[in-house]
């Protein structure tokens, strides 16, 4: 059977479709050259209505009223635009009190769509939009190099890479942060500390990466206003040797870090793209393979989670492993040479 | 050579799981139902695949590899009915319980009368209530359009008005549905269920019937104090199983082998619990299914036929797993931990595991953790679906689980746990009976393949419930009362059927076992010492009572109800773990 495979690459070609959930209006169009922070579409974010009683406004019955009603479903309106009348010898009209769209009109009453706030999706890449995907959002290409992370909190931005971490398991700590960071997309490993969190947000920092980080600041990485991606997870977990040389070889480049949160049903997690030097060719991605010995794998659960390693058997049949579970499971040859037994449902293809 | 009465006789079950796909395979072996194999594959609703067929055809590959069943025709086509050379099978079921729980809107008359259940009935399903509606509600009809196009619901449910009741607020408040709904794509509205004074039917469809999918459904709300949601069950079935058929790719494939008649696995649970609790009509207690899985835990209570279901997507072990945390506190969780870990340990292990569903324990610290965890999903879950039970069952005491009779426990973190003690321990912490009870483990998890598989073969429902499929694991009595720590309470003597005698005094505080056989039969006699109601019809009042031995034999819960562990953590630790191996081994 076909696995996903989360890519740690130098170096790809990267198609990805960003969608709204609902209908809107697209706003870049096929060819167009972006940055992850551009707009390329926008829908209504909290839609308001206004029903106008058309009847009571011109003094007549309900059926007399739908008469003198001057503007149909889909109309757009200004403030002030008269919607019915006149009526009679005193002219009575009635007029929009807001500008917006009538989506609605008979039985006496208009009902208006007016002109809300709206909410924006964000191309998240850098690179060419390579179609429009109907009212719901674009397809984009773009070339970096690509790490795939576990958890975002929703945000996207861009900017220069800064590297905080000189090992993958360092501690990020407030006393790193000084203002000769503001504006970068920060690199660091382990952060269990809310300062660290809310110290970026005051530079401002325009992301941050991170191996793994405290759970219990969960609700306020969710609360930052630079986007977070974890590549490992929550507890204090070293960033997987792959993804540590890719960051710490991109310092000063610019990356974008699209934090969007791990859906398995709209296929969307979060991700850091760094843009490529010069003269450096990508390749294209595979997306799931089956599981195959000298595949490189990632452990994704203790006691090994975050190792990665390469895959040196496939078990048959059912093993009972430490806690007592029967499973089955695979060898896995960790970069240190150890080779580990784990549930085959524990580890990930990596490429 | 013996004669099979049974007309339609292989019978597919697939079930899709949020985790694991799996395609059971029933065929008659001498004369009776039998469970010949599964195949168990991880679900493919999300990427690579995307299709949730693609798992399901691996899953019948693995199959046919156990079984050497051949199952499809040469153009890759199921084949049903199965044909003389013995390729394909006669009959497919099938229950689906992957995908995001359906975003409900429910409407009612009153806040607290058929909102309320317009709201239970949503929670007979996978579905998340994102809003409630009522005419005391101080929105007016804008806000509410406005509040239903912002939500987008999957689902509307209309519960409003008693037969007999009234009439024009109940289209009133339609108003904002039907103007909603015509301010959506067509393909895009969500569905509507009406379930309410049935007066109003005709009503309702011209209101809103060319605007939506309308399903009809039989009043919930019959009279001001009476609450019906199983009738009205079937219609959100039925929902289900369109709006899945939308969402979900390769579900329309699957609904197809079963004859349009896939359906929700807690549905399909409950319906075998339902089926049980006639069989045990004759108890006058009622027979409570538990079922844990990682989309949902669902608790299914049953009295004399009457189903009393209710699902929580926020209690399930796999990717809404963090949504405990909103419905408890870490050190709830923490107190059924039988090892010493620490509160950011947990907690950082429930969002790992929200980050991989399908991720195993390999430590005896992540298996403890989510044993606990498994725990307080089922407190939580029997606790919360306790206020639909009806008040004048046997039993019944503020805050404790009325008498049952069997309890049934299912799903994988029951099924699978290394040992039948740790299955016994989540179980008997998590639910608590009280009085006199027998826990079944549904071994296979098959339980809601055979309440899918009762409306085409109900023999082969009736043949598996048995001892094969659910095993015994003992006979519990949990004695309710209060006394200091140590002070006998209840004198047990008992004798099994081989003549083997036992006699001992049970100590408030203790958790006790007595031998007995696995399926054979013996008499208990209990004494009470103390004013304790040990489930023989009231408080300080003994008896004696025919007991079935399983795993465990007879085992005397005498740790009180509600259990109060020790507060000081080592202590609590020492507690659970010398629980743990109480019972002897299973």
């Known amino acids: ?351 | 050579m013996p004669t099979s009465l049974i007309d339609a006789d292989s019978v597919l079950a697939i079930e899709i799981g949020t985790v694991s796909t799996r395609v059971i395979l029933f065929d008659v072996v001498e004369g009776r139902y039998r469970f010949l194999g599964q195949g168990s594959v991880p679900t493919t609703m999300g990427a690579p695949s995307n299709d949730v067929s693609v798992g399901v055809k691996a899953a019948l590959d693995q199959l046919h590899d156990i079984t050497g069943r051949v199952l499809f025709n040469s153009e890759g086509q199921l084949v049903i009915p199965s044909q003389p050379s013995g390729i394909g099978v006669d009959a497919c079921v099938a229950t689906v319980s992957v995908g995001p729980p359906l975003k409900v809107v429910a409407i009612g008359l009153l806040e607290d009368v058929s909102a309320e259940s317009a709201k239970n009935l949503a929670s007979t399903t996978y579905a998340r209530v994102m809003e409630t509606m009522s005419l005391n509600d101080r929105r007016g009809l804008l806000e509410c359009l406005d509040t239903i196009l912002q939500i987008h619901p999957d689902l509307i449910v209309v519960a409003g008005g008693i037969e007999g009741g009234a009439t024009q607020s109940v289209i009133d408040l339609l108003e904002a549905v039907g103007m909603a709904c015509y301010l959506m794509p067509k393909e895009r509205r969500p569905e509507v269920l009406y379930a309410g004074n049935s007066a109003l039917v005709k009503d309702v469809q011209a209101s809103i019937g060319t605007l939506v999918n309308l399903h009809i459904a039989p009043n919930v709300r019959q009279s001001f104090d009476s609450e019906q949601l199983t009738p009205s069950q079937p219609a959100l079935a039925e929902i289900f199983r369109q709006v899945r058929s939308r969402q979900i790719q390769g579900i329309q494939e699957i609904d197809l082998w079963t004859g349009n008649h896939l359906m929700p696995t807690a549905t399909a649970f409950g319906r075998t619990i339902r089926f049980i609790s006639k069989e045990y009509a004759h108890t006058h207690k009622g027979v409570l299914g538990i079922d844990v899985g990682a989309s949902a835990t669902t608790v299914a209570s049953a009295f004399s036929g009457d189903l009393r279901l209710s699902i929580y997507p926020g209690l399930g072990l796999g990717e809404n797993l963090p949504e405990i945390l909103n419905l408890c506190t870490l050190g709830e969780i923490m107190r059924w931990i039988s090892v010493d870990v620490s509160d950011k340990y947990v907690r950082d292990y429930i969002y790992n595991k929200a980050l991989y569903p399908t991720s195993l324990p390999i430590t005896a610290e992540e298996l403890a953790t989510e044993q606990a965890l498994a725990c307080q999903a089922m407190y939580l879950a029997v606790r919360q679906a306790g206020k639909a039970h009806p008040a004048d069952r046997p039993g019944s005491m503020p805050g404790l689980l009325p008498w049952f009779e069997p309890i049934i426990a299912s799903g994988s973190v029951l099924s699978k746990a290394p040992s039948r003690n740790q299955t016994l321990m989540m179980v008997l912490n998590g639910l608590q009976p009280t009085g006199v009870t027998t826990i079944a483990l549904d071994r296979n998890n098959l339980a809601a393949s055979l309440g899918a598989t009762a409306s085409v073969t109900p023999l082969l429902t009736i043949q598996s419930l048995d001892a094969t499929n659910f095993v015994n694991l003992c006979t519990i009595i949990s004695p309710v009362g209060n006394a200091p720590l140590g002070t006998p309470i209840l004198r047990v003597r008992m004798s099994g059927d081989d003549g083997v005698e036992s006699e001992q005094e049970i100590m408030y505080g203790s958790l006790t076992a007595f031998k007995l056989p696995q399926g054979q039969a013996g008499t208990l006699h209990l004494t009470t010492l103390h004013k304790f109601d040990v489930g023989m019809g009231g408080f300080g009042r003994g008896g004696t009572v025919k007991v079935i031995g399983g795993v465990f034999g007879v085992v005397i819960d005498a740790r009180g109800r509600p259990l109060r562990l020790p507060a000081e953590p080592s202590r609590r630790r020492e507690a659970l773990n010398k629980w743990l191996t109480t019972p002897g081994s299973g």
């Open chain 1, 1 to 351: 059977m076909q696995a996903p495979i989360t890519h740690f690459k130098p170096a790809a070609e990267i198609q990805r479709e960003r969608i709204m959930p609902g209908g809107g209006r697209i706003v870049a169009r096929r060819g167009q050259q972006v940055n992850p922070i551009d707009v390329v579409a926008e829908s209504v974010l909290r839609p308001e209505h206004m029903l106008l009683d058309i009847g009571r406004g011109l003094g007549l019955s309900p059926k007399d009223a739908d008469h003198y009603i001057q503007r149909r479903a889909g109309d757009e309106v200004g403030e002030g635009d008269v919607i019915a009348g006149p009526v009679g010898i005193g002219r009575r009209v009635v007029r929009s009190p807001r500008s917006g769209t009538v989506v609605m009109a008979g039985g006496g009453r208009v009902l208006l769509e007016l002109e809300g706030e709206f909410v924006e999706l964000k191309a998240g890449y850098t690179g060419v939009i390579a179609d429009i995907i109907g009212d719901r959002g674009v397809l984009i290409d773009a070339v970096g190099s690509l790490i795939q992370g576990v958890w975002g909190n929703g945000k996207i931005n861009f900017g220069l890479l800064s590297l905080l971490a000189h090992a993958p398991d360092d501690i990020l700590t407030p006393g790193l942060l000084d203002v000769s960071l503001r504006g970068s997309v920060l690199m660091a490993a382990y952060c269990e500390d809310e300062k660290v969190l809310l110290t970026a947000d005051d530079l401002p920092a325009r992301g941050m990466i991170l191996a793994s980080m405290d759970s219990a600041l969960v609700p306020v990485a969710l609360n930052m206003s630079y986007p977070i991606v974890l590549v490992e997870g929550f507890g204090k977990l070293p960033m997987n040797q792959d993804a540590y040389d890719i960051l710490n070889s991109a310092s000063r480049r610019e990356v974008s870090v699209i934090a969007e949160p791990w859906n398995r049903i709209t296929n969307t997690r979060p991700e850091v793209v760094i843009a490529l030097p010069d003269g450096v060719r990508p390749e294209s991605l595979t997306e799931s393979s089956p599981f195959s010995i000298g595949q490189s794998v990632r452990v994704i659960s203790p006691p090994y989670k975050s190792m990665v390693g390469t895959l040196t058997n496939l078990q048959q049949g059912l093993s009972v492993i430490p806690s007592g579970l029967r499973t089955q499971t695979a060898g896995v040859r960790l970069l240190n040479g150890d080779i580990v037994q784990v549930p085959l449902a524990n580890i990930e293809i990596i490429g």
